[in-house]
């Protein structure tokens, strides 16, 4: 089968001078300037003693250096896993171990983050032998360091494996989630033919490449149709709506938040906002009716689309053609080869019941890499994949998501699960009981709310984040919200009843 690196070679035999990814840098590269920064990176990456099937991690900002390191691991036949740069030190040493990963890509600093003064913490955490290499920031700027110990353990792969992508679980710890290129391949396909993507735009993306949303709509649907990839590593919506402009972008995929900043910003240009743009499909939150309103007010040329998938594959998505009824209140219809089905009671339900979602599709992943029983337990004895989601499927494919299986939090299209931050403040003095749920919010989905029947007088907030700072729980885990109960809903077995601790506070299960 054909892959992105074969892909990426075809086009640079057709037009090697043309654009093929930018940054709000100001970087900009042609496809023969990335084919031989790719080079250079791939030749050090062979002298630092890496083979083909080697797993590797990519943890680096939306820089034109992303899609370098990207095509240099493709290059030497190594298996790319990717990582969001926000992550600390002690969940890149995780996911490194999970996956026996032999070397991690990594920007030197980033937003007054200094990447290579966390080796020492990168080096404690992981304890065996991993190659790091630090890129400053520029085309030719990159250090080599190794860090010393034992060989790593290598897991069971599943055979094909081409990528690793990583995501929250309920139990706290990262998935490895393992997809062939043909899984991978599918659902980009799945996109590229309800959107008519071809390279006749570019693709602009602010999503972080390190999530698959970046990932699959971003590095991957870039060079599978030939058009310019636009990244945005810093978010500013005015930047975003020049970018745009300037760049003739045709489509983006975000969460639900960025366009809610979008349709807010001023606008002084002629030209509407996002004029060209035929498609914004937004993940991971509802999109409320009254926003999807003002952007047709706001963004005129646009269709707002809703789109439903996970890291495990995708799944619906909003027709160019539906109505704003039917983009604000379903996920969208099924995609081509996708198979949804609603459980109930342990049977499958006829259209229109509300149950557990699972699924069949061509896109779905190969399996979770060291994590045999959850991958085990994750399918039906039929063989289709429980997504954790409740919800219902009409008769026309259309998919409504009701509620939540997972206890995971999503903030603007990203999951985080709130066992972390559960199991630090579980500790405190001043907290008979702890539950973090999600609080719905209008522009980022959920926000982190810290839930707390309190063991007499209840700590203050600022007291909250301090315990979790002393005890270097990442800010990106950080309750934005504190609410004080008397006492907890919970089962006879003692397990609090978030759905009615939801339902209670927020008047959502």
Not at 32 to 57: F, K, M, P, T, W
Not at 147 to 174: C, K, N, R, W
Not at 217 to 236: D, T
Not at 336 to 350: M, N, Q, S, W
């Amino acid at each position: 089968m054909t892959g992105i690196w074969d892909d990426f070679l075809t086009l640079l035999s057709r037009d090697p001078r043309a654009t093929a990814v930018l940054d709000d840098r100001g970087n900009r590269m042609t496809r023969s300037e990335l084919q031989a920064l790719s080079a250079d990176i791939a030749e050090e990456i062979l002298a630092r003693g890496l083979v083909a099937g080697d797993v590797v991690i990519i943890c680096m900002p939306n820089w034109t250096e992303w899609l370098a390191v990207y095509l240099a691991a493709l290059r030497t036949g190594l298996v790319p896993g990717t990582l969001p740069v926000t992550s600390d030190p002690g969940s890149i040493a995780y996911v490194s171990n999970l996956v026996g990963a032999r070397a991690v890509f990594l920007p030197a600093a980033h937003r007054g983050r200094s990447f290579r003064d966390e080796i020492g913490q990168l080096a404690d955490s992981v304890g065996r032998r991993l190659e790091v290499m630090l890129s400053v920031g520029d085309q030719s700027g990159r250090h080599w360091q190794t860090i010393e110990g034992p060989e790593p353990v290598l897991p069971d792969y599943p055979v094909g494996m081409a990528h690793i992508l990583f995501s929250s679980s309920t139990t706290g710890q990262s998935k490895a989630i393992a997809h062939s290129e043909s899984s991978l391949r599918a659902y980009n396909q799945a996109v590229i033919d309800r959107y008519g993507v071809t390279d006749d735009q570019s693709i602009f993306m602010p999503s972080p490449l390190g999530h698959s949303t970046g990932f699959w709509h971003g590095a991957r649907m870039s060079i599978m149709v030939g058009a310019p990839l636009v990244l945005q590593e810093r978010w500013e919506p005015q930047r975003a709506l020049e970018l745009v402009s300037e760049n003739s972008c045709g489509i983006t995929v975000a969460a639900t938040p960025f366009l809610t900043d979008l349709v807010k910003a001023e606008w002084h240009a002629e030209t509407p906002k996002l004029q060209g743009m035929r498609a914004f499909l937004c993940g991971g939150a509802p999109i409320p009716p009254s926003l999807i309103e003002k952007a047709q007010l706001e963004i005129p040329d646009t269709r707002i689309c809703s789109i439903w998938a996970m890291s495990e594959g995708g799944a619906t998505s909003s027709l160019l053609e539906d109505s704003v009824d039917l983009v604000a209140n379903t996920c969208g219809r099924v995609m081509a080869g996708t198979e949804l089905e609603i459980i109930k009671e342990g049977v499958t339900a006829p259209r229109g019941s509300e149950g557990e979602i699972v699924m069949k599709a061509p896109s779905l992943f190969l399996g979770y890499i060291n994590q045999k029983e959850m991958y085990e337990k994750s399918f039906t004895a039929d063989g289709y994949f429980r997504t954790g989601d409740v919800g219902i499927v009409d008769d026309n494919g259309y998919l409504k998501i009701t509620g939540r299986l997972k206890d995971i939090i999503i903030r603007g299209g990203v999951n985080i699960s709130p066992v972390e931050i559960e199991g630090a403040l579980a500790s405190h003095d001043k907290i008979a009981r702890i539950a973090v749920v999600g609080q719905p919010d209008d522009r980022m989905g959920e926000r982190i709310c810290a839930v707390i029947q309190p063991a007499g007088t209840p700590p203050s907030f600022e007291e909250l984040l301090n315990w979790l700072q002393e005890r270097h729980v990442p800010r990106r885990l950080w309750p934005e919200s504190m609410r004080i109960v008397e006492s907890m809903p919970a089962t006879p077995a003692g397990k609090i009843r978030k759905n009615v601790l939801r339902q209670n506070l927020f008047g959502l299960s």
